[in-house]
């Protein structure tokens, strides 16, 4: 169809059609989620030429795979008819290879291929529209809309407002595309830093003589208290990062001090006390680490004011790291070290909350001694 045409075809539409057009092509690029495209688009063409059905299929290979249909699905309905061989279809392949609308004025005179004649009798199809989709030259797949009962005497101005949907919705599947591919680049790269945390962590523990597993499991203890707390999702993930690498300042302590069997003497201990703002220094270098401060940095804090390395008290100690202080201390106890065996758990968990007040936020005290009561019991 000549551009001419295409307007004047337009310009005979009815006004509420042409709102129902402006408002889907509004909508569409808004969305970055695939399936809200998918459902949007299909609604949008059902409603736009006043039809009945209609349903998105994407291709995949020599595959089309359903996408969206309106009215939708019974939940129930059977996964594997929601793929079908495109060599079943011809009337889809046409239009696909075409790259032009196809229309089937009523399918029950028309040549049908088995399958396309169970898809029709089983939406309750008559007249049917086969539009392309494409993303820039590619044709990725197609959607079909139609009437049921009835015949529905379909023109220029049907064809004109499909060939526009096509486009927008083509547009957003593009911009969905990208926007999966750009998400799903990201999460990998999370993967990558977070394993390479892990291999970090393990490796300090090693040099530290460290219970192995430590990290982890402090780590993971640390995230469910901190839900507890409050502590948003997403601040969670920065928790269960400066968990891991809560100790990464003993990297510049000495082995000297490090593994000192005894008592330490005053330059020692001042040297080991540094250890926090060894691992802010080195941590805030590196911007994807750097909201995982808080642990790192103020975990030897103590609510009381007495800890190190700057003396913050109550409050102003950082939330994550007054979770992390009962949780380490947790795990320390009940571990087994070269210097002392392993405290038993009730023990671990008196002296935990007789800490409380001082060592401790009491709050925080107060919700793992309650996340602990069922090991307890157990």
Not at 103 to 114: F, I, K, L, P, R
Not at 238 to 256: E, N
Request: proline share 6%; aromatic share 6%; net charge negative.
């Amino acid at each position: 169809m000549s551009p001419t045409r295409a307007l004047h075809a337009i310009s005979q539409m009815p006004s509420s059609a042409l709102a129902l057009l402006l408002q889907a092509s509004a909508h569409l690029p808004s969305s970055l989620d695939m399936s809200d495209v998918l459902q949007t688009g299909i609604e949008s063409a059902v409603g736009v030429l006043g039809l009945d059905t209609g349903a998105i299929y994407l291709l995949d290979g020599d595959d089309l795979v359903l996408g969206a249909t309106t009215p939708p699905l019974p939940l129930e309905f059977p996964n594997e008819f929601r793929r079908e061989r495109l060599a079943g279809h011809p009337h889809i392949r046409r239009c696909i290879e075409s790259r032009t609308t196809v229309a089937v004025g009523d399918w029950t005179t028309e040549e049908m291929s088995d399958a396309e004649k169970a898809v029709c009798e089983g939406r309750g199809l008559r007249s049917i529209l086969f539009v392309p989709l494409l993303v820039a030259d590619d044709a990725v797949g197609a959607f079909i809309v139609g009437s049921t009962g009835a015949v529905h005497s379909f023109g220029d101005g049907d064809t004109t407002m499909c060939t526009a949907l096509a486009h927008e919705i083509g547009l957003a599947l593009a911009n969905a595309e990208l926007h999966e591919s750009l998400q799903r680049s990201h999460k990998e790269l999370e993967w990558a830093y977070d394993a390479t945390l892990e291999g970090w962590s393990l490796a300090l523990e090693m040099r530290d003589d460290e219970t192995q597993g430590h990290a982890l499991r402090v780590s993971t203890i640390s995230v469910e208290l901190g839900r507890r707390m409050g502590i948003s999702e997403d601040e969670l993930v920065h928790v269960r990062r400066g968990a891991l690498l809560h100790d990464i300042g003993k990297m510049v302590v000495p082995d000297s001090i490090l593994h000192k069997p005894g008592p330490l003497t005053d330059e020692e201990w001042l040297v080991m006390q540094r250890h926090p703002e060894s691992g802010r220094d080195f941590l805030a270098k590196i911007p994807y680490l750097a909201p995982a401060l808080d642990i790192p940095y103020c975990h030897h804090e103590r609510w009381d004011g007495c800890g190190y390395p700057r003396g913050l008290a109550g409050e102003d100690i950082p939330l994550a790291a007054r979770v992390f202080a009962v949780v380490d201390t947790y795990d320390a106890l009940t571990s087994n070290r070269p210097y002392r065996q392993a405290w038993t758990e009730a023990d671990t968990l008196t002296h935990i909350r007789a800490g409380a007040g001082h060592h401790f936020d009491p709050a925080v005290v107060g919700e793992f001694l309650e996340l602990m009561a069922p090991a307890q019991a157990g």
